[in-house]
Every structure is written in structure tokens, then in C-alpha cells.
């Protein structure tokens, strides 16, 4: 193992957040051509240790944005996907080897970015009088990557591609509405994430089309075959069109994710 990729495990163990954000600020954002060996994704990676994990029925209901306590509430959601998406982009860097140099990099670079968007959301949180591991939340994000541990493909197409692209369907009523109760600061948050987070799928669609092409396979049907198999969310509403386009999804795909999610919809009611 290289010395920078024992500084992405280190980061990705971190449990204390101010080391955590620290360790990843400090990663370097290029990279000498290095060797890299494959590592194990652990089962518990680097959070905080007072948070409390629970499954999603139990999470504190956040419909009333007008409340100090709703908006709180989305808010601590909110940063605790970012805190995962900066364990996720250390993970995908940390534990997969054989890729060209520019994967690592966009990847420590997405770290790095993520690190910013938790930063800026746990602000929020600070300024209402509170901070990140207050409230309890769910393990979904991390469970999709233990999932695909050593199955980089599979990662690609069910993490960037599925679960972090749900984002950029939701997050722009999310902004909507707390511009509607009056919270701009909140709002300005949000409209940074979004932006940036396009950028983020869209690193996930090249190199996870960039696989297919090594493996000579299509690479829409194998997305297809890979959300059929082991997705096991019920994705709903419509899908932001323009921002997924942007972000590497094909006509084809969307015209598929759509069909898609109609026949699960019907399936469960």
C-alpha cells in the first residue's frame, strides 16, 4: 500500500470530525503514478461516535419546514448524507486498485468536496444551536457500499448512478421550499451542493462507463441488469431530466429508470 492511499484509510477511519475534514482537506490533489492494492470496505467506517443509527421508520418526521425542529431535522439529514458521501468517495479511492491515476484523483477531488458541503451544512446546524450526531439516522448509503465492496461496477452504477443521483431529482423542491419559509441561507446551501453534486454523478457514469468498454460489454444494458439485480430502494417522483443528461445518464437510460420505476410503483402500491 502507498503512503497517499494509507492517508485515504486513515481519513476514511477517522471517527472524530474535525480530524476527519482536517485528513481530507490535507489529501493531495494529483498523484505521482503509484502502485495501489485493493482493500477490504470496512463495515464500520470512520463517523461520529455519538451517532445513533436506526432504521428509517424511526427517524424524526421533518414535513414542517416552518419549525425551527423540521428545518433542523432536514438539515441533519441532509449533513449526514454528505458525511457518508465523503466516506463513500474515500472508499471508492481506497479500496479499488488497477485504474488509471485520473480515478483516484477525481475521486479525492470529490472527497474534498463533500468534506465542504458537510462543512457548510453542519453550520446550519450550529447556528440553530445544534450540531451533527443530535439526531439519529439511517445506515442506507453505507449498507449500498458494503454491498458492492470489491465490485467496483456495481458500486458505480447502484451509489453515483442510483442513490447520490436521487439528489438531483430532490433537492431543487427541497430548495423550494425553504425558500418558501424564509430560510435563504439554507437555500444557498442546497443551490451549491446541487451544482456541484451534477458534477459528482457524472465522475461515476465515466468510469463506470469506462468499465464496460474494458469489459466490452454495453454499457446501458448493463446498468439495466445491475439496478434489476440488486437495487432494493423504491425511488419515486419524476427525474430531474436536464441535470441527470448533464451528469452522464443517456436518453435511453432515463426512458428506462422511468419505465422502471412505474412497473415498482405499481408492484407495491
Not at 105 to 125: N, P, S, T, V, Y
Not at 167 to 196: F, K, M, S
Not at 246 to 264: I, K, P, Y
Amino acid at each position: 500500500m502507498n503512503l497517499i492511499q494509507q492517508e485515504i484509510g486513515q481519513a476514511l477511519a477517522e471517527c472524530a470530525i474535525d480530524r476527519k475534514l482536517g485528513q481530507v482537506a490535507g489529501l493531495p490533489e494529483s498523484l505521482e503514478p503509484t502502485g495501489w492494492l485493493p482493500q477490504c470496505t470496512p463495515l464500520v467506517p470512520g463517523r461520529p461516535r455519538n451517532l445513533r443509527l436506526v432504521p428509517p421508520r424511526q427517524l424524526p418526521r421533518r414535513r414542517n419546514l416552518g419549525s425551527p425542529a423540521g428545518r433542523f431535522a432536514l438539515l441533519h439529514a441532509l449533513a449526514h448524507i454528505e458525511f457518508n458521501a465523503i466516506n463513500l468517495a474515500l472508499d471508492a479511492a481506497w479500496s479499488f486498485a488497477g485504474m488509471p491515476q485520473a480515478y483516484y484523483e477525481d475521486w479525492l477531488r470529490i472527497a474534498k468536496e463533500e468534506a465542504e458541503h458537510f462543512r457548510a451544512l453542519r453550520g446550519l446546524l450550529q447556528d440553530m444551536g445544534g450540531d451533527y450526531g443530535d439526531l439519529p439516522a439511517h445506515d442506507g448509503l453505507w449498507e449500498m457500499a458494503c454491498a458492492t465492496a470489491g465490485d467496483l461496477p456495481a458500486r458505480l452504477a447502484l451509489v453515483p448512478r442510483m442513490l447520490e443521483a436521487r439528489g438531483l431529482d430532490v433537492t431543487p423542491g427541497i430548495r423550494e421550499r425553504l425558500l418558501a419559509v424564509g430560510d435563504g441561507a439554507a437555500a444557498a446551501v442546497l443551490a451549491r451542493i446541487e451544482q456541484e453534486e451534477v458534477g459528482h454523478v457524472a465522475v461515476g457514469s465515466h468510469w463506470f462507463r469506462y468499465l464496460c468498454q474494458q469489459a466490452q460489454v454495453d454499457p446501458e444494458d448493463r446498468f439495466f441488469q445491475l439496478v434489476q439485480e440488486r437495487y432494493r430502494g423504491r425511488p419515486a417522483g419524476p427525474l430531474a431530466r436536464e441535470a441527470r443528461l448533464a451528469a452522464g445518464f443517456s436518453v435511453g437510460e432515463l426512458a428506462w429508470l422511468e419505465s422502471w420505476m412505474r412497473e415498482r410503483e405499481s408492484l407495491h402500491g
